[in-house]
């Protein structure tokens, strides 16, 4: 074991979209390593390059085999990986580009959405012991049956958490195009305050409520392997934000950042019998084919002849998956049948501190009323409050939310216990 630190280092899509940025994460990957640090580099494909190789997909395919998918989506990462290698190269450093698969991640088989089984490390630790800079394709593993596997949009976050995990790093640094994790969309809110520091309790909230920052998996795997991820700037310095666990924190305040996503889609399933297991059987069916449902809401069969409804939310990108994988479902029931609507949104509040202070549901509602935004549905967690609206009201909400709970940088109020932590 080398007692030389190591450190994992990531470069998100927009971080490596140029020959520019590419040279520059170089530079930066380098700097660390004449600082005396062991480095692990993960890249993301440079870009949009992951949307136009779907796109292309779809293009030749209305159906693309996942298998096959998946071995072109691991394509755009390979590229970034071999890139940034030969600009290392020149800076006077060896570089030794990996796909996932040489890299040693192994997953489970559910090509396009895989989870991470397992790390072997051995070649990276060796090419670190050889005092190489070593540089991972992001978002992909090979499986279990020995297929290239993509690990989910956003996934190269996880490859680079679950290699610091198997690397024992000091820390995962996740680069990209804001400066860290933010109280709001910093794009959508243009007085957004960047959090210094974020429980892992929160952070898993925003991510599962659509801040894209960290990949929900990632904050997953770092939470159980006790990971330390500092999410910053690829292009300033300067320190970012740190994921960390609820210990660490002093005090919660009430509502730490305000979250929203417009990729999703509704479905209801109207006419669904009334008898046990008929919502097994939908929910079953659509865990079966892997797709990942949200506040699900059921409606109980009226007197008057109105049938029962189960009504849930799905990924966008999965709405195509969820209504083939029904038809059977629905066909068996007879008289059910499936409605879609892909113009949902939804906004959420996340809080640590609303856990033990009333009225914060009831001011996210009036808010909102305020604004004119009907709610359609609305679902909670102990420290977070999600309400379904129509997506092209989320920027208005999103706004509205932000300023009503103050949490604005010119707003931040001394007790807030994160913000002193940090000072
Ligand atoms: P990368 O390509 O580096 O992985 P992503 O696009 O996946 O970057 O994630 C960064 C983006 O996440 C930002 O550009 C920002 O628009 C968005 N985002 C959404 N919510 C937040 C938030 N609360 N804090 C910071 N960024 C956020
Ligand atoms: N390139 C993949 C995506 O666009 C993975 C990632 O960037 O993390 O989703
Ligand atoms: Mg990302």
């Known amino acids: 074991m080398s007692s030389q630190p190591t450190v994992v280092m990531k470069f998100g899509g927009t971080s490596v979209a140029d020959a520019e940025k590419i040279k520059r994460a170089a530079r930066r990957i380098v700097a660390q390593h004449e600082a005396g640090k062991r480095v692990v580099a993960v890249l993301s494909a440079r870009g949009l390059e992951t949307d136009e190789l779907i796109k292309e997909a779809y293009e030749v395919s209305p159906h693309p085999d996942p298998r096959e998918m998946d071995m ?5 990462e390979r590229r970034s990986c071999a890139l940034c290698a030969m600009a290392i190269n020149d800076l006077g450093h060896r570089a030794i580009s990996l796909t996932g698969s040489q890299a040693g991640i192994v997953t489970d088989t559910s090509h396009t959405k895989a989870r991470i089984l397992d790390v072997r490390a051995d070649r990276i630790v060796q090419a670190l012991d050889e005092n190489m800079i070593v540089l991972v394709a992001g978002f992909q593993g ?6 290239v596997t993509t690990l989910g949009r956003g996934g190269s976050d996880t490859t680079a958490v679950a290699l610091a995990a198997a690397v024992g790093a000091e820390v995962c640094e996740i680069y990209t195009d804001v400066s860290g ?4 969309d910093p794009r959508i809110v243009a007085g957004a305050r960047k959090l210094p520091l974020v429980s892992f309790e929160e952070m898993l ?14 904050v997953e795997y770092a939470r159980t392997h006790g990971v330390r991820i500092h999410c910053r ?32 889609a509704r479905i209801t399933v109207v006419g669904v019998p009334d008898r046990p297991g008929a919502a097994a059987e939908i929910f079953e069916a659509l865990a079966d084919a892997n797709v990942n449902v949200d506040t699900i809401v059921q409606n109980e069969p009226r007197t008057d002849g109105v049938d029962a409804e189960v009504s849930f939310t799905c990924a966008t990108e999965d709405l195509r998956l969820a209504e083939a994988t029904l038809a059977p479902v629905i066909a068996e029931f007879g008289t059910a049948e499936v409605q879609t609507d892909p113009g949902v949104g939804k906004v959420s509040i996340i809080g640590a501190g609303m856990r033990s202070h009333p009225g914060v549901a009831a001011k996210v509602f009036r808010v909102l009323a305020n604004e004119r935004i009907n709610i359609e549905v609305i679902n909670t967690s102990p ?3 999600t309400c379904l609206i129509r997506a092209d009201a989320v920027d208005q909400a999103v706004n509205a939310l932000h300023s009503a709970f103050d949490l604005s940088a010119s707003d931040v109020k001394a007790e807030s216990g994160l913000g002193q932590a940090a000072r």
Do not use: N, W
């Open 383 to 385: 420290i977070k409050i």
């Open 181 to 184: 994790v933010f109280s709001a």
């Open 233 to 264: 700037s690829s292009s300033e310095d300067g320190p970012g934000t740190y994921v960390i666990g609820e210990d660490e924190t002093m005090e919660h305040p009430l509502i730490t950042a305000v979250t929203h996503s417009t990729e999703e």
């Open 142 to 147: 090979v499986s279990t049956s020995r297929d």
């Open 72 to 76: 072109l989506l691991s394509t755009g």
């Open 205 to 218: 909230e925003m991510a599962a409520s659509g801040a894209k920052v960290l990949q929900l998996r990632a």
